[in-house]
Structure formats: structure tokens, C-alpha cells
């Protein structure tokens, strides 16, 4: 039965997705335009979440007390790093985000350091360079 809540959760979450994201609208740019990409991370998820519902599996596992810790811990570096995006600007939250979610997923701290200080700026000049979507470098508190 949790097979099929969990299911049904997750269709109604994803089919929240798409519909949200059908008023994404641009004057200019992309001929696809800006709900593309919620497009193509809600569909497929609305099909799992159907099968899921559909035919849910019967052997599933709950994680245990740890499990369910790491889990909220990596919901609270997410949210946080929504949250501190806009005043810490880009390079540095998500260089703090990929830092305590590869620390969380058990990298050993210097390799955690090394992947956070290579990724961060290199996905600000994807995004910000390579494909023009305007990122704060640094955010209103450092500067």
C-alpha cells in the first residue's frame, strides 16, 4: 500500500510539475523556450509515478533511522541552497552544496573539496557563459 502512496505522491507532484510549467513563456531566445526543460524532467516522472501506482512492488524496504537522517540532511543542504543561492551567489552555494552532499554520500574530504572546487565554477560558465543564463557570480552578501 506505501508502494502505491508513495505513487501516487509523486504523480501528483510531477503532474503539478508540467502543468506549472506550461505558463513559462519568453519574448525571445530559445524557439523551444523555458518550460522545455520542466517538460522533459515532469513527463517522465509522471510515468513513473503512474507505474509506480499501477504496479507497485511489494518487497520495499523502509531505510533505516541513518538512512532517513541522510535523507534529511540532503533535503536541508537542497533547500538551503535554494535558499542561499540569490545572497551567496551561484559559485559559492553550489560549491557549498556539491561539498555537503558528496561529504553526506561518504567522499573522503579531499576529494569532496577537490569535485566542489572544479564543478561550481565550471557549471557557472556552462550556464552563464556557454548557454547565456544570467547567474550571480557572487551574491548581495559579498558584494
Known sequence: ???????????????GYVWLSAGYTAGFGDPLGPAIFPRVIGIPAVILGLSLLIWPRHDA????????????????????????????????ATFSAILGLGLLMGAPPLRGLLMAALAAPGLYLLFDRLMGLPLPLIGSWFG
Open 61 to 92: 524496504v523502509w531505510a533505516g533511522r541513518a538512512g532517513l537522517l541522510r535523507q534529511a540532511a540532503a533535503i536541508t543542504i537542497l533547500l538551503g541552497y535554494a535558499l542561499l543561492l540569490e545572497p551567496f551567489g551561484f559559485v559559492p
Open 1 to 15: 500500500m506505501s508502494d502505491r502512496l508513495s505513487g501516487l505522491f509523486f504523480f501528483l507532484l510531477a503532474a
